[in-house]
C-alpha cells in the first residue's frame, strides 16, 4: 500500500502499530529519545523517528507526509500538540480533528453530555456549593495526576493549594463503580460496534482498600488517581442494549455539534450504580489505553470478527477498506 | 442440524449463541422489546423473536418448539420462569430442569451443600443470634441487588426495613477472598472439568475501598452488592485438586438428592480465606455470567482444548455429541 | 526428541507441561499423593510420578534422568529442594541454580537489587527504628502467608509473637498500586522480553476494602497477605522503556554476582506510586504464578510471537532451540 500508519511511542502505540502491521500496512513510530525500546523489541515498527520531545512533533511532520503517512491520534497525541497547533496540522489524520476539542476542554465536554441527553454528575461551578463528595479534575488528558477527592468547601481550599495550576471542574464523585465502555463508530458503513470494556488501574486509590480501615486512619491516607494500568471487564449483558443507546446519542449530539462529528474508536467514561443506573462522566474522542488489555481482541470483538480484532487495528481495517473504495478523505479529518 | 439453540437475550446469550454457531447450530433469541441490539450487533442470532416481556415466554413456546429449538436456561431464564412453570415447560431443556429449585431456595442449597460434605459458612435462623458479620441475601438470581452486611441484631432490624419482601437467608460473612468456580459435568462421558474462575465486580462494594477510610466514615457508606461485571481470574495451582473434589462431591449430592442430579454448567461460589480453606456459600445449577469473560476461552480450557472453548460452546458440543450419538434424551430433562 | 521436561505437579506445571507439548516435549509431572487430578483432567502429563511428599524429589531424581527429563524450577521446587541440596542436584536442571538462593535469602536480595541501582523501599534492621508503614516478610517463597503490616514497634512486638519463626524483613510499605512484571531474558540471543503484568490477588488484603470503614473498625479487621489467585494486567506505556531498563540491571547485576548470571523467565515484584515512581520489592529468579493467566500469552507476546507464547512455551523454546544447535549446556545449570 501507499501508505503507512504512523504515531507517537506511547500510550496505545504498540496496539496501534500491531493492528497497522495485521491489516498489511507499513508503520512509522515517533519516539522520544530514550524510549524506542518497546518498539524495538515487541517488532512493531518498520521505522522509528527520533525527536528530543514529542512537542517537536512538527519538526519531523514533513518528513513523515513524504512518507505518506496516516496519523493515528491517541491521548499523548491530544495533549502534546496543543488544540491551536492541531488545525494547521497537515499530516493526514485520522478522526476529526475538531472534535479533540470537545474532550480537552471538560466544559465543553459537559455540554456534549448533555446534549446527547446522558445521565451525568452534578457539576460544581463554586466550591462553595459542594454539598456532597466530588471529585476535583483538571483539563486534558494527564493521566489522573493530580486529581483529588473532598467532600467541603475546607478539604477543596486545602488540597487545591497543591494542585496543578491548570482549569479544572468540580464534579460530582457518584458512589458506584468505574466501567470504561470502547466504541468504535464506522464513518464507512455508520455502524456502532462495541468494542470491549475495562476498569483503570490507578495509584494510590485501586491499592488503599488493601490497607485495614483502622491503618489508613492512623496513616491519614489521601486517595489519588494517577493511571498505571488497565484490568479487562465484561459487563452484565443486561446493560448492552442501554450502553449501545448512549454511544449512539453520544455520537449523534457530536454530529450536531461539531460536523462531520465523531468517528473512529472513542470511550465513555461510567460509573454505574448499586441501583444500576449509569453515568457519563468524560468522552475521549480517541482510542484509550484502556483497550491495550485487548491487543487480540476482547470477548466482545470474539463476537462479531472471526480473527483477533484490538481497536488498532480496526482503525487499520477501516483505513484499508476506506482506501479500496476512495472514500479516505471520508476518515480523515 | 435438525435442531436448533434458543435461548432468552440477556445474562450469557451472547456466549451461548456465538457457542452454537461454533458448534454448527442455527440459533434464536428471545428478546424483550427494545433489548434486541446487542444481538443483531454482534451477529449471533440467526432469527430474534420479540416479546414485551420474558414473562411472555410461554406465548412464544410452540414457535420454538415447532422450529426445533433447544432452549439453554441461564440466570435470566430461571428468575423468569417460576419453579413451578418450570415443570409445565414442554420445550426441549438442556439440563436437569428439577434442580433449579435447588438454587432457587437458599435453604434448599444449603441442605446440598451439607450433603455433599463441603464447607459452608454458619446459617443464622434468628436476627438474634447474629454475632459476627453476616450477609443477608434474598431467594433466586436477582444480581446481588438488596443484599446487604450487618455485625448485630440492631443493624440487621434497621437494614431489613428497606429491603424486597422476598424470603431470605443470614449467612455468616466470611473475610476472604471471593472466587466463582466454573465447571462442566457431562452427562455423556461423566467427566467433571474445570472451564475457569472469575470474580464478580459489584457496585458499591468493589469501589468503596477506592474512598479512603476517613472520608467513608465522614459519608457514612455503607456496602451493596449489585453485579455490574466481571473480572477474570487464576487460582494459585495447589487449590486445584481440593477444587476438583468440591465439583465433584456437589455432583454426586445432587444425584442422590434430585436423580439423574446436575449436568452441564454449574458453579460454585466461595470464599478462600487467608489460611486457605475454601469456604463455598452458594451454587449455580447452570451456566452463570461469571463464564463471560472468556468467550475465547479460558487459560483452563485452552489447556485441554485445541479450540476456543467457552461454557457457551462446551454446552453446544455436548448437545452435537448427544445428537450425533443419539443420546439427546439424556441431556434434556 | 531424546529430551523430556518435567516439573513438580503445583505453583505454574499446567502451564510449563502445555508450553512443553506445544514445543514438542514429552513431559512428567511429579505430583504429591492425591494431587494428580488437574493433570490428569487438562491431558499435560504423559506420565505422572506420584511421591507421598514433594520432600521425597530426591527419590525419584534417577529415574528422571534415565527418562532423560530437564526439571523446570517453579516457586514450589525452590521451597521444597533447599538451598543445599539445590547444589547436590543432578537432573539436568533448566537455569542458573545458584541464583535462586538470591532470592531465597531476602537480604541477599535486597544487595541484588541495590547493585543493580533500582528504587528500593527502605529496610529496618531493628523494629525499634520504625517511623512508617512497614510490611513484615519471612523467607521463601511461602505464598504470602504470615506477612503482616505495621507501623511501629509496639504493632510489630504483638504481632511477631504469633509469626512464623523462620527470618524476615522489615520493608517499608509503599503507598502505590502492586505491579508484578514478567521478563525472560535469553541465554541464546541475551535478548530481554516483556512477557507481561499482573496483580495478585491476595486473601484477605483483596477484599477488606470491600467491608465498609466503619464496619472494618468495629471488626477490628486486620490485614493478612495469602495468595490466591492472579489477575491479568497491563501497565501505562509510558512506563515501558523504564521497565526495561530496570529487567536489564537485574540481568546485568546478576552477571556480576553470580556468573554466569540470571537467565530465562523471571519476575520483578514492584509497587507504582502516584508520582509514577517504580519501587522494586522482590525478584522471583524462575518462573511466577503471575504468569498463569497467561496460558495463551499476554497481550505483550502476542505483539512479538505469531502464535500462543506463555512464559511456560518460551522455557520450552528454548530449550529446543539449544538442543538443536548443541548449545544445551549453556542454558543448564
Redo the contacts between chains.
Keep these: 500500500m501507499k501508505y503507512k500508519i504512523a504515531t507517537l511511542g ?5 496496539q496501534i502499530l ?1 493492528g497497522a502491521h495485521d491489516e498489511g500496512f507499513k508503520t512509522i513510530v515517533i519516539c522520544e529519545k ?5 518498539y524495538k ?4 515498527a518498520d521505522k522509528i523517528i527520533t525527536v528530543d520531545s514529542f512537542a517537536d512533533f512538527f519538526k519531523v511532520e514533513n518528513e513523515l507526509i513524504e512518507e505518506n503517512a496516516i496519523i493515528i491520534p491517541h491521548g ?1 497525541f491530544t495533549s502534546v500538540v496543543s488544540l491551536d497547533k492541531m488545525e494547521r496540522l497537515k499530516i493526514a489524520h485520522y478522526g476529526n480533528k475538531k472534535i479533540l476539542k470537545w474532550e480537552a476542554d471538560r466544559n465543553m465536554c459537559m455540554r456534549w453530555l448533555t446534549e446527547a441527553g446522558v445521565r451525568i454528575p452534578r457539576m460544581f461551578d463554586n466550591p462553595k456549593e459542594i454539598d456532597r ?1 466530588v471529585i476535583v479534575k483538571f483539563f486534558g488528558a494527564r ?1 489522573g ?1 493530580g486529581y483529588f ?1 473532598c ?1 467541603n468547601a475546607d478539604q477543596f481550599n486545602e488540597k487545591i493549594r497543591n494542585a496543578p495550576k491548570v482549569p479544572y471542574i468540580i464534579q460530582e464523585y457518584i ?5 470504561y465502555i470502547h466504541f468504535f463508530y464506522s464513518q464507512l458503513n455508520n ?4 468494542m470491549g ?1 475495562d ?1 483503570r ?41 442501554e450502553i ?2 448512549i454511544g449512539e446519542n453520544v455520537v449523534k449530539a457530536s454530529q450536531k455539534l461539531e460536523p462531520p462529528g465523531l468517528y473512529g474508536p472513542f470511550c465513555i467514561e461510567s460509573i ?5 443506573k449509569i453515568y457519563v462522566f468524560e468522552i475521549s474522542a480517541r482510542i484509550v ?1 484502556g483497550t ?6 476482547s ?2 470483538t ?3 470478527y472471526n480473527e ?1 480484532m484490538s481497536c488498532g487495528r480496526r482503525i487499520a481495517r477501516e483505513l484499508k477498506l476506506a482506501i479500496q473504495n476512495g472514500r479516505l478523505k471520508e476518515v480523515l479529518g
Design positions: 506511547s500510550h496505545s502505540a504498540l500491531k530514550g524510549t524506542e525500546r518497546p523489541s515487541f517488532g512493531v499523548t463528595p493521566g495526576e477527592f467532600t458512589i458506584g463503580v468505574p466501567v455502524e456502532l460496534e462495541i470494556f476498569k488501574y490507578e495509584s494510590n486509590v485501586d491499592s488503599i482498600g488493601r490497607i485495614a480501615a483502622r491503618d489508613q486512619i492512623a496513616l491519614n491516607l489521601q486517595s489519588s488517581y494517577t493511571i498505571v494500568g488497565n484490568i479487562p471487564l465484561v459487563v452484565r449483558e443486561s446493560f448492552l442494549p449501545f443507546e454505574i450504580t448499586p441501583d444500576q489505553a491495550n488489555p485487548f491487543i487480540e481482541g470477548p466482545y470474539a463476537l462479531k483477533p
